[in-house]
């Protein structure tokens, strides 16, 4: 998704209180630009951390040493998993 468009046709409306609206106008003024630029350089920047705090996981230095161990040593398969893993190999692997 690229922020640079050739034609902004799509509008956000949002409804806030006189005091949040003063606020916003302020550090806007102070950035010298409009409310409107000031809210969505801000909106769109917590956005993109939002998308990729969900898409990203992030583990442990423990929980990364157990993914790699198991990922180097793999357990033996049992039961109903390797039961499976046999009958989808039959149907698939041809």
Not at 14 to 35: D, M, Y
């Amino acid at each position: 998704m690229s922020e640079i468009s050739s034609a902004k046709d799509c509008r956000i409306d949002l409804r806030v209180t006189q005091e949040q609206k003063e606020l916003l106008e302020l550090a806007a003024s102070l950035k010298g630009i409009s409310l409107s630029a000031y809210t969505l350089f801000h909106v769109l920047s917590v956005a993109k951390q939002d998308i990729d705090a969900n898409e990203r996981l992030v583990l442990s230095n423990r929980d990364r040493d157990l993914f790699m161990s198991v990922m180097e040593n793999p357990p033996e398969l049992k039961g109903k998993l390797k039961s499976a893993i046999h009958k989808y190999r039959q149907k698939y692997d041809k």
